[in-house]
């Protein structure tokens, strides 16, 4: 299993970011896949899943109305668009893939495979 994360960096308050993830070694399709952040000093937050056909997509209330998971199976990869971004949304982004029994899980201990992470950092 292998997840390559591209996209983050250094945006504004109020700007955007999109956050790919590229998956290689197992059957796309047949997980679910979710984002996972932790900012400096704090412990893991989930922030968003979604299913294995993109059907279903779960948000954490401090990312609702403002990130958008989606997934491309034909290209084997998972996105994150962030807009409206804040200074309390900066921190490393990891796209995971979740047990096939989880589902979109906002539980981030669901979550078995992870990209190496990504810095995203908001800030004047």
């Known amino acids: 299993v292998q997840l390559v994360q591209s996209g983050g960096g250094l945006v504004q308050p109020g700007g955007s970011l999109r956050l790919s993830c590229a998956a290689s070694g197992f059957t796309f399709d047949g997980y679910s896949m979710g984002w996972i952040r932790q900012a400096s000093g704090k412990g893991l937050e989930w922030i968003s899943a979604i299913s294995r056909d993109g059907g279903i997509t779960n948000y954490a209330d401090s990312v609702k109305g403002r990130f958008t998971i989606s997934r491309d199976n034909t290209k084997n990869t998972v996105y994150l668009q962030m807009n409206s971004l804040k200074p309390e949304d900066t921190a490393v982004y990891y796209c995971?893939?979740?047990?096939?029994?989880?589902?979109?899980?906002?539980?981030?201990?669901?979550?078995?495979?992870w990209g190496q992470g990504t810095q995203v950092t908001v800030s004047s």
């Open positions: 995971a893939t979740a047990k096939v029994a989880a589902g979109p899980s906002s539980n981030w201990h669901d979550y078995t495979d």
